[in-house]
């Protein structure tokens, strides 16, 4: 695999198995496959002007329950890691380095080697009471990619915070849990960011809308970097519409709590897998036992099944893979794929 190599590629997966992306079962890329209810005419969207985001920073705000001061918004979240990590570099006391837990999302890595930072990995599976280096920049992803597990960090949170630390939680997976997020530590610490997706739970991956929340004063600073316009009107148009439908987390989790169930009943009494790890979000990280990655997407391509090979995560090999949660289709189909 390439370094910073990321699943969801399914138009070069169709082209191997011969078929239309529309025939191919994603598992690799952890996209809410509930969508949003949408009652929007994209066609009398008015395009001429240059966008206004009045109204798309206040429904993201009151839906994150921030003042609109207290965020900034990004094309996309792995823009917004980026502009982060650029900005810190100009601060008067920029982070001596970058304390990344891993396995996490490849971008942090990538972010870090391209602004220049050194990086300090952190196993948090065996070491996550490790020590940090006082100043440096933390990065923690929770619920954790790729195993989706939901981390208790307020203990953390106190001991970064001695250590002087710029803190980013990136919860992006977070919304398909009813768990609290920090975002209630802006108020307490000055160095404290919150990343926010709105791609993942609402389904879209080519809307591209992240944000970032801290205090009014770091995003100030961070806005008046930013261009004037970065948003398109029907990403705007589409997001507001979308966090207008308030029976969506319902759905979603009835849905992934029925799946789950059933493709961890699969995945646990299958011989090619040795582990299944606990996950909070939408998608399952699995230790196989014999086959490498490689060879276990080979016993799924037939059945037009692509999954996430792990072997470029810090801290994993290729006898790791990640599966999305989907629907009872992939896993009937999963589960035909592993018995034949």
């Not at 929770?142 to 990136?170: F, H, M, R």
């Not at 995560?313 to 592993?338: E, H, M, N, P, W």
Request: glycine residues 4%; contains cysteine.
């Amino acid at each position: 695999m390439k370094p910073f190599e990321h699943g969801g590629n399914i138009c070069a997966f169709a082209k191997v198995c011969g078929c239309n992306e529309e025939e191919v079962i994603d598992l690799s890329s952890n996209i809410n496959t509930s969508k949003p209810h949408i009652d929007f005419d994209f066609n009398a969207l008015e395009i001429a002007p240059y966008p206004n985001y009045e109204k798309l920073y206040e429904s993201i705000a009151s839906h994150y329950e921030v003042a609109v001061e207290q965020m900034e918004l990004f094309n996309g979240a792995s823009v917004a890691i980026f502009s982060l990590f650029a900005y810190l570099k100009t601060t008067p006391t920029p982070p001596k380095s970058v304390t990344l837990y891993a396995p996490a999302y490849l971008e942090y890595k990538k972010a870090s080697q391209v602004f220049g930072y050194p990086l300090h990995l952190v196993d948090r599976f065996s070491k996550l009471d490790a020590e940090v280096e006082e100043g440096s920049l933390v990065v923690f992803v929770n619920p954790s990619t790729p195993d989706g597990y939901c981390y208790d960090i307020e203990a953390l949170l106190q001991k970064w915070q001695e250590k002087k630390c710029t803190i980013l939680v990136d919860e992006s997976f977070l919304a398909f849990t009813s768990l609290p997020s920090v975002v209630y530590h802006i108020k307490k610490y000055d160095k404290l960011y919150v990343l926010k997706s709105m791609t993942k739970f609402y389904g879209s991956a080519g809307i591209r809308i992240g944000a970032l929340i801290s205090n009014n004063i770091n995003i100030n600073a961070l806005h008046q970097r930013e261009p004037a316009w970065k948003i398109s009107a029907f990403d705007s148009a589409y997001i507001q519409e979308a966090l207008k439908d308030e029976s969506l987390f319902e759905r979603t989790t009835s849905t992934l709590e029925a799946v789950k169930a059933s493709l961890l009943e699969v995945l646990e009494n299958a011989p090619e897998i040795v582990r299944v790890y606990p996950s909070h979000a939408n998608y399952l990280l699995v230790k196989l036992s014999t086959l490498t990655a490689h060879a276990f997407q080979a016993k799924l391509t037939p059945y037009r099944i692509l999954v996430r090979n792990c072997a470029n995560f810090d801290g994993l090999d290729d006898s790791y893979i990640r599966i999305a949660i989907k629907d009872a289709k992939s896993v009937a189909q999963l589960t035909k794929a592993l018995h034949a």
